[in-house]
């Protein structure tokens, strides 16, 4: 039996834990979940590079493959390396186009090399910046989730964020977006499945979503 069942990897988004997927939940006779986790890149190390690292922790063959926020970008990267069954990408961007503006504007400007270190020392702006400005009433909640605070980390990982380079989605990607997702609010066009009510950590407010759609969309 354990040979027929689909293999579902979740990779959370930038400085997450794995554990922002705990509520999602899939069929345990047709799916077994698999948590991948943030490893500290190498000095200098691309995306690229990084991607396909990342490809060694997956263990099966044809599998899910699904990124949340920049694991959505990563995942889009790792698909490059490996064969999968299918590959979703939620709360993120399809290209590089999508970014929002204040982001495009650190990218000019390389005033994003000095962000990571006040994160460090501001969990709250950190936080707003990762899930938006709604996680500050539960940010107790949401310190749990933002496990990964390494400065190294951090610095690189808003670059690589910032200078992504896909100039078009993959079109045999699902792309899933939140109609109300403040982080990346330009993400809904074009072929995507838009979330009613949505914001950027739906994985976690519409677990109930993606326990009830995630099936189909594997399957299909």
């Keep these: 039996m354990s040979k027929d069942l689909i293999h579902v990897y979740f990779m959370p988004g930038m400085a997450a834990s794995p554990v922002i997927f705990e509520h999602i939940k899939l ?24 991607a396909y690292r990342m490809t060694n922790n997956i263990k099966h063959d044809n599998v899910v493959l699904l990124g949340v926020s920049f694991g959505g970008i990563l995942v889009q990267e790792m698909s490059k390396f490996i064969n999968l069954r299918k590959l979703i990408v939620v709360s993120s961007i399809k290209s590089k186009h999508e970014l929002p503006k204040r982001l495009k504007v650190l990218k000019v400007t390389r005033a994003y ?94 677990y109930k979503w993606f326990n009830e759609n995630l099936p189909k969309l594997i399957l299909n």
């Design 27 to 50: 069929p345990e006779a047709q799916f077994e979940i698999h948590w991948l986790e943030w490893v500290l890149p190498i000095k200098n190390e691309s995306l690229q590079d990084y």
């Design 113 to 206: 090399k000095v962000l990571p270190t006040q994160w460090l020392a501001n969990i709250e702006f950190f936080a707003k910046f990762a899930f938006g400005k709604s996680v500050v009433k539960r940010l107790d909640l949401y310190k749990k989730y933002l496990s990964v605070r390494d400065k190294q980390y951090l610095d690189w990982a808003i670059e690589q964020i910032i200078f992504w380079d896909q100039q078009h989605p993959n079109p045999n990607a699902v792309y899933i977006h939140g109609e109300k997702d403040m982080v990346f609010p330009h993400s809904c066009h074009g072929n995507c499945i838009v979330v009613k009510g949505g914001t950027h950590i739906m994985v976690i407010s519409k």
